[in-house]
Structures are given as C-alpha cells and as structure tokens.
C-alpha cells in the first residue's frame, strides 16, 4: 500500500435532462456503474432491458421498477455500456467528475 496514491474522489449529480454526448464516458472507469445498488427505471425501460436478457430486474409491489447493479452491472463489458444506446434516462442523466 506504500507508495500508492489513493484514488481520486469523484462526485456524481444528476442533469435535469439526459446528456447524449459520444464522448462524455470515454475515460471513464465506470464508476456510476459500481457504485450503487440499483437504479431506477420506467416501466417501459424494464420491458426494453428484459428484452435486451437483464437477469436483475426487480418489480417492487409499491409498482417500482429497478435493475440490480450492485457490484457492477450485467451490461458493462470491458468498462464500457454494452447498451449505450438504449441505457435508462437515470443513466442518461447522471455525470460524474473529479472533485
């Protein structure tokens, strides 16, 4: 542990609206996507990623749609979105950066 620098802290908001910039994940170390236990979906999103073979989805009986992500979700390959282009607003919407 000598030596090493700790990681850099990261802070996380989320926009008011999605941001769809090609870009903005790049040099990412996918950290919004291990560092919380789900996240939130419309019914409509629950049905496209079901589609898309999600295996940690959860319904709640309050009527709550979530897809499990805690440590790391099943659509991140090689740190990278395997679903980019149909990902939740919740994940449209959230952008991290260094404090």
Same mark, same amino acid.
């Given at each position: 542990? &000598?030596?090493?620098? +700790?990681?850099?802290?990261?802070? @996380?908001?989320?926009?008011?609206? +999605?941001?769809?910039? /090609?870009?903005?994940?790049? /040099?990412?170390?996918?950290?919004?996507? !291990?560092?919380? +236990?789900?996240?939130?979906?419309?019914?409509?999103?629950? #049905?496209? #990623?079901?589609?898309?073979?999600?295996?940690? #989805?959860?319904?709640?009986?309050? @009527?709550? &749609?979530?897809?499990?992500?805690?440590? @790391?979700?099943? &659509?991140?390959?090689? /740190? !990278?979105?395997?679903?980019?282009?149909?990902? +939740?607003?919740?994940?449209?919407?959230?952008?991290?950066?260094?404090?």
């Amino acid at each position: 542990m &000598f030596g090493r620098h +700790p990681p850099a802290k990261r802070r @996380g908001r989320l926009l008011d609206a +999605p941001l769809d910039d /090609n870009t903005r994940c790049c /040099n990412c170390a996918a950290d919004c996507c !291990r560092g919380f +236990p789900s996240v939130a979906l419309s019914a409509a999103e629950y #049905l496209c #990623l079901q589609r898309l073979g999600a295996s940690r #989805l959860e319904f709640t009986l309050t @009527g709550h &749609f979530y897809l499990m992500i805690e440590n @790391g979700c099943e &659509f991140l390959v090689d /740190n !990278r979105c395997a679903i980019y282009a149909q990902r +939740p607003a919740i994940c449209r919407r959230f952008i991290c950066s260094d404090d």
